[in-house]
């Protein structure tokens, strides 16, 4: 599970997490807590974030576990050692079965070849006269190897199996959730960058190459304390777009009670009732994987090599994982999920 939960959400999170008793999963338990006890620190403090294990009545802090757990899950909870956690199941390396399961809408032939429409656009910029210097996004630059872009793909495939998440590479608009129409920038608290055109050509080009399946150079890979994470799997440059954050589209006050792990503030809007968060639970891409830092340490801080940041894209708000320095092949991806309100409680942060 991983440890990222909207920033709109976190003093909500908080409030639920600071319950005056441990949380039992078992009646005979829940009789007696004075004693209760984390299996992993031994200290007894933070009741309000202790878990009982549905088998052997053990207590675990959500912190402690590891992969960290942000939020009580629901239904039943085994502990690592009554669960007998293993390492999730690899998609299967099989080139068809991988363009199916991204819907690819393209012929086999470009993923032996990458597109030319990266080069092209690299060697237009390149002849215009900046008069101003401003700093501009630039697409990613896919592996050469057709085998290893065939691994980066099965490698994302393989946690959004294990996660039960449909891919989607688009914002979706589900019935009962919010609809397009609200997604409005104009109605972000405090106005919202707005992106300008050229970096707009960009981000349709990250599109395309998608679509035809030339992937991003990241590896989504399984690590016993921070869970699915990513790393760069090649050099990438600073200003990259890594992802768009997608997933379905709802109104904040829908998810207030909602223990989804994995939400993002889409529009902070004045009126509350109007405020969107994208929920990628149940559709989502990579975005949902790479984790955030501990900024309350300057190791953790040293470690981020991405920024959020939303915008206003054609009237509507879109959130971009962007590199905000170079970043070297096999170095993990993280970025601060405190960019906007600060609330976000990232101490226990490996």
């Known amino acids: 599970m991983k440890i990222l939960l909207s920033t709109a959400k976190m003093a909500l999170r908080s409030k639920r997490s600071q319950a005056p008793k441990p949380i039992f999963r078992s009646k005979a338990a829940a009789a007696d807590y004075s004693d209760v006890y984390c299996e992993r620190c031994g200290s007894g403090e933070s009741p309000g974030e202790l878990l009982l294990c549905d088998k052997c009545d053990k207590g675990f802090h959500l912190f402690c576990l590891r992969p960290i757990l942000v939020a009580v899950p629901k239904g039943s909870w085994f502990c690592p050692s009554c669960s007998k956690q293993k390492k999730p199941n690899s998609f299967p390396l099989v080139q068809t079965k991988i363009i199916d399961f991204f819907r690819i809408q393209r012929s086999t032939e470009s993923i032996q070849k990458p597109s030319q429409d990266i080069q092209k656009k690299r060697k237009r910029s390149s002849s215009l006269v900046v008069s101003k210097k401003r700093r501009k996004l630039l697409p990613f630059s896919p592996s050469e190897d057709p085998e290893r872009r065939l691994e980066q ?60 399946g030339e992937w991003p150079p990241l590896m989504v890979v399984f690590d016993p304390k921070e869970g699915f994470t990513v790393e760069a799997d090649r050099f990438i440059k600073d200003l990259t777009i890594i992802t768009e954050y997608v997933g379905d589209v709802d109104y904040l006050k829908n998810r207030e009670n909602d223990d989804g792990d994995s939400m993002m503030t889409l529009l902070h809007a004045d009126n509350p009732s109007q405020s969107l968060v994208i929920c990628p639970d149940m559709r989502g891409n990579i975005a949902r994987f790479i984790n955030g830092i501990n900024n309350h340490t300057q190791e953790g801080r040293k470690k981020q090599n991405l920024k959020c940041v939303r915008y206003d894209v054609d009237g509507e708000c879109r959130v971009l994982l962007i590199a905000n320095r170079d970043i070297s092949k096999g170095e993990r991806l993280y970025y601060d999920y405190n960019g906007y309100e600060h609330e976000y409680p990232t101490e226990h942060f490996v």
Not at 197 to 212: F, H, I
């Open 153 to 212: 793909m099965r490698s994302l495939a393989t946690a959004l199996t294990a996660s039960g998440t449909e891919f989607s590479n688009e914002l979706t608009y589900r019935p009962g959730m919010a609809p397009r129409s609200v997604n409005q920038s104009a109605l972000e608290k405090g106005g919202m960058q707005v992106l300008s055109k050229e970096d707009s050509v960009t981000l349709n080009l990250w599109k395309r190459m998608m679509n035809r």
